[in-house]
């Protein structure tokens, strides 16, 4: 029996000969080719404290320093911040529920690479007619099958799975990164509109005393009506620039409800403690090497086990292309009776053995092959745009922080003048030897000085932000996944 099983299999690969004269498709390599990330970064590294020599204890510590990096800023507010928007993000949850499809297909796929078995049982009774005695049969079974993966496509479509099981894995983790960053960013940008609006207060009581004080001098005859009118206006202005601040604010405390999902109440009584304080973030060791630097972002590890599921997807099509062996077989107990006799005994097949043999499917096959070649150049094609990306994400924060490390000095000299400047203007303007039109120019100078003072605080802050999420969040593959992933997949919800 043996001879004619492999008879009968040489016989299927030999006539399955013509489905496999269509032109080959070149198969993509086993492993992943080199993404092109340059050799060093262009752009000024941020100074940071050394590390351990030893590479890979470096490696570990600037993750774990990038984990933390958070709860560096010495904010409890943003930390609780952080915390509730990744607990109640809907992109959160979704990524964890792709792990969840993804590690039940993984299941599947492993199923179908070994034997299944059936218990099968049945019973009946039957009586011809009114002479004969009636007749019962009764049988339990175990049927077992199983496909022999003979050229690889079971276990080809079984890594092709896991390979999705770890993208969708990544992909949760640059889920709760990204929500981190977005929510991050919003608080920054939220504390630096206070701070604004702190200065736009006391602007705006600088102008509207500068007013009073003029309309005095109008109503004395020590100066021209022009400038009481003037005065009113530059108060009227002063005053609609702050309700435009406070505006912006507001919209920025409507976007952390939205983000956290807590009560707006509860969240301003949250925020009011630490209002207009701008967050002081500490700095990130960045790795010289930007292809190690990289091998910490979540994306491009998602990005790259989606190339090598192509790459399986594609074996998996090219093994379809061969003959299918599968056999089958079964093993149990039968009863017979017959009035008040019996007979039981167990029976066993073993067969039938089934080979496919894809003889003519008008190329379908072929077809399926080179669509799946085609998938992976269109995710290889993919991946490599996402390393350029990130060069690109990690250098312009890179820039970006130079520049307003650049900015600070200049930008607090400038400030001490124009505070000297303004007080020196002011006494003249009293004094009735400066002009109105001049007190209104050294204050709008001081003003403008300040807000970008703010506003160079916050885009430090938003580069520290953007170079956290381009260096990945301090992941690595070993991190925690979340718990209702990591449930094995034949839980039902509860």
């Not at 919003?186 to 602007?203: I, K, M, P, S």
């Not at 102008?207 to 001098?217: K, N, S």
Request: net charge neutral; with cysteine; proline share 6%.
């Amino acid at each position: 029996m043996t001879r004619s099983l492999l008879l009968a299999a040489g016989a299927g690969l030999a006539l399955s000969g013509c489905g496999l004269l269509a032109p080959p498709v070149a198969m993509p390599p086993q492993t992943l080719p080199q993404a092109q990330a340059p050799a060093a970064w262009y752009a000024p590294l941020p100074a940071a404290a050394p590390q351990p020599s030893a590479p890979a204890a470096a490696e570990t510590a600037r993750a774990a320093a990038l984990r933390q990096w958070w709860q560096q800023f010495d904010d409890p507010v943003l930390v609780a911040l952080i915390d509730a928007g990744q607990a109640a993000s809907p992109t959160i949850a979704a990524a964890a529920s792709r792990i969840e499809q993804a590690r039940a297909a993984s299941t599947a796929a492993d199923a179908a690479l070994i034997p299944f078995v059936n218990a099968q049982g049945g019973a009946s009774v039957a009586s011809r007619n009114l002479i004969l005695p009636g007749m019962t049969n009764a049988s339990l079974s175990l049927q077992a099958g199983w496909e022999i993966d003979l050229f690889g496509a079971g276990r080809a479509g079984a890594d092709a799975a896991a390979a999705r099981l770890e993208a969708s894995e990544a992909g949760w983790h640059d889920a709760r990164i990204a929500v981190a960053a977005e929510t991050g960013s919003t608080y920054n940008t939220l504390r630096g509109c206070e701070a604004l609006v702190v200065q736009t207060e006391a602007d705006v009581r600088s102008r509207e005393e500068t007013a009073r004080v003029t309309t005095l001098a109008v109503q004395a005859g020590m100066m021209a009506p022009a400038s009481g009118a003037l005065a009113r206006a530059s108060a009227a202005q002063g005053r609609s620039l702050l309700a435009a601040q406070r505006a912006q604010c507001e919209q920025l405390v409507k976007a952390l409800v939205a983000l956290t999902a807590l009560d707006e109440p509860a969240l301003r009584a949250r925020l009011a403690p630490g209002h207009a304080r701008q967050p002081l973030p500490a700095t990130i060791e960045v790795e010289r090497v930007p292809g190690q630097a990289l091998a910490q972002r979540p994306d491009l590890a998602a990005a790259e086990r989606q190339v090598l599921a192509a790459a399986d997807d594609t074996a998996r099509a090219q093994a379809q292309r061969y003959p299918r062996i599968a056999i089958a077989g079964s093993v149990g107990p039968a009863l017979l009776r017959v009035q008040d006799n019996s007979t039981s005994g167990n029976l066993w097949t073993i067969g039938p053995l089934q080979i496919t043999l894809p003889l003519f499917n008008g190329g379908t096959l072929v077809a399926n092959v080179v669509a799946a070649r085609a998938r992976y150049d269109e995710a290889l094609s993919a991946y490599r745009a996402a390393v350029r990306g990130a060069v690109r994400e990690v250098e312009s924060a890179l820039v970006s922080l130079d520049s307003s490390a650049r900015r600070e000095a200049d930008l607090a000299v400038a400030i001490e003048g124009f505070e000297a400047s303004l007080q020196a203007t002011d006494a003249r303007f009293r004094g009735g030897l400066g002009s109105l039109f001049d007190l209104e120019e050294a204050r709008r100078s001081l003003l403008v000085a300040r807000s970008s003072q703010v506003d160079l605080q916050r885009e430090r802050v938003a580069a520290w932000i953007a170079l956290y999420r381009a260096l990945g969040g301090g992941w690595t593959p070993a991190d925690d996944l979340p718990v209702a992933a990591a449930k094995p997949a034949g839980n039902a919800p509860p």
